[in-house]
């Protein structure tokens, strides 16, 4: 079982919905998680960071963490062309954050 | 500020050639990771350096090596290279060991061997 699990896709949604990004991960010891969005030929960039359970919002973006289920999501409210990109789960317990294969997310206009 | 920036973008080498690759971290960062990504998979972890220590590897074979500068900028030496090695190397900065958490991404670095 790897570590983390991520549902490649693609994800493709019309643009003004609400989308779900979920990841499940195995290592219990995980306290921080993170969201990455990339772009085609980009690097990750840094979308959201959370400590533990919860929920954080930012903007359109909303993380969820359940670490009794080990579940992680993001929610994407008013989904827009711009927010196609590949998603990346990074959970992590050290310093260093474990990342998932990434979810692929379409918005069409 | 000035971003983290990498070098060169794209590369190609034949198997059993060496390559270095460059990295110059966010200004005031002092701790650069560097990461593999295949396509369609996610970032791998191969080490971090902390105010030019090794600070932590993972799960990659000595012929991929680092150095940091007193700058803070860093190296990724991979020697003897395989057709495996092929892929986008990616450096991200941070503040502090911790801080990995909150660590910002270069563009990467397209390595394919040939």
């Known amino acids: 079982q790897k570590e983390v699990e991520q549902d490649p896709g693609p994800l493709s949604v019309p643009e003004g919905a609400i989308v779900s990004l979920n990841c499940t991960y195995s290592n219990s010891a995980f306290q921080y998680f993170m969201w990455y969005r990339q772009y085609s030929r980009k690097g990750p960039e840094l979308l959201m960071y959370?400590?533990?359970?919860g929920n954080k919002e930012d903007g359109r973006f909303t993380a969820q963490v359940d670490k009794s289920s080990k579940y992680i999501s993001l929610f994407i409210r008013d989904s827009q062309p711009s927010d196609s990109a590949t998603y990346l789960c990074?959970?992590?317990?050290?310093?260093?954050?474990?990342f998932g294969r990434g979810t692929s997310l379409i918005v069409h206009p | 500020e000035t971003g983290v920036t990498q070098s060169p973008t794209h590369l190609i080498k034949t198997r059993g050639q060496q390559v270095t690759l460059r990295c110059s971290s966010q200004s005031g960062h002092n701790t650069v990771s560097w990461y593999q990504q295949a396509l369609g998979q996610g970032p791998q972890f191969i080490f971090q350096y902390y105010r030019e220590e090794e600070n932590g590897r993972g799960n990659f074979p000595p012929r991929f090596s680092g150095l940091q500068f007193p700058n803070y900028s860093s190296e990724l030496n991979v020697n003897a290279l395989e057709l495996d090695d092929s892929a986008l190397y990616l450096c991200?900065?941070?503040?502090?060991?911790?801080?990995?958490?909150?660590?910002?991404f270069g563009p990467g670095t397209r390595l394919t061997v040939t």
């Open positions: 991200a900065s941070s503040l502090g060991r911790s801080g990995a958490y909150e660590q910002y």
């Open positions: 990074a959970p992590g317990g050290s310093y260093i954050p474990t």
């Open positions: 959370t400590y533990s359970s």
